[in-house]
């Protein structure tokens, strides 16, 4: 069983540093509720070169797929989410495989077979995954319901709505045939290398965060945060599906 915050009354309050943790966390999700940044919107240089392009581009897809994770702030709440009380190698090793597993294959295969979901609506349920994320790491479904979810089935489904997120971005800009599945191949590395690169920068904080003194005091409430983030984003992507 994954570690959950402990029940204790001194996690309920925020410290200064728990509320600068929370403004960052909103901040970064009410950055990316712009008009501009959308949670797989494809910048849109990037988006007209997509367009344009025929034929085997193996590096500048690669380029693409790593931009568009280290980039990617839902992709990333909820990786930070799935790590936050991973302690050892071949857990993280094992979560984020999985993640990517479901990522890499929606995106795929939604690409390659045309398979394409409501953006707003594809977009609010990764919303969800974040909020379920921090409520499971502040331990509300043993507390509320007397059970633990299976985490690893639950890290493997939300990974392939983040791939189908993509893919239904991808499938707008109806990119050429000519050298699709080489150039998917290749824009799908791209996204674990950039994965792993913000995987990497997330687990060096984590472990000088976890060093100190009042990391659960801290955690409660960027858990709190992320979840807040979470319905943030949710509730902007539903807005824009009944307006749009």
């Not at 949670?39 to 931009?67: C, P, S």
């Not at 707003?120 to 319901?145: E, H, M, P, T």
């Amino acid at each position: 069983m994954l570690p959950v915050l402990p029940d204790r009354h001194w996690c309920t309050r925020a410290s200064s540093g728990g509320r600068h943790l929370m403004w960052i966390l909103l901040a970064l999700a009410l950055f990316g509720t712009s008009s501009d940044v959308l949670a797989h919107a494809v910048a849109q240089g990037d988006k007209g070169y997509i367009q344009e392009i025929t034929g085997v581009n193996l590096i500048a897809f690669m380029y693409l797929g790593a931009k568009h994770m280290v980039t990617g702030y839902d992709h990333l709440l909820f990786l930070l989410g799935v790590i936050f009380f991973l302690y050892r190698m071949q857990h993280i090793a094992l979560y984020v495989s999985l993640f990517a597993l479901g990522h890499s294959t929606t995106m795929l295969l939604g690409v390659y077979f045309n398979i394409g979901i409501n953006s707003y609506i594809i977009d609010a349920i990764i919303g969800l995954s974040v909020v379920y994320k921090a409520l499971d790491n502040l331990g509300a479904y043993q507390r509320w319901f007397g059970f633990q979810p299976n985490t690893r089935a639950a890290t493997l489904i939300f990974g392939l709505f983040h791939g189908f997120g993509l893919s239904s971005k991808i499938i707008e800009y109806d990119i050429s045939p000519d050298g699709l599945v080489p150039n998917l191949l290749a824009f799908n590395v791209g996204v674990e290398i950039g994965q792993i690169i913000a995987l990497a920068m997330i687990l060096i904080v984590m472990g000088f965060w976890r060093k100190t003194d009042g990391f659960f005091r801290h955690a409660y409430t960027a858990n709190v945060a992320m979840m807040s983030a979470g319905f943030l984003l949710v509730g902007y992507q539903l807005t824009g599906y009944f307006v749009a």
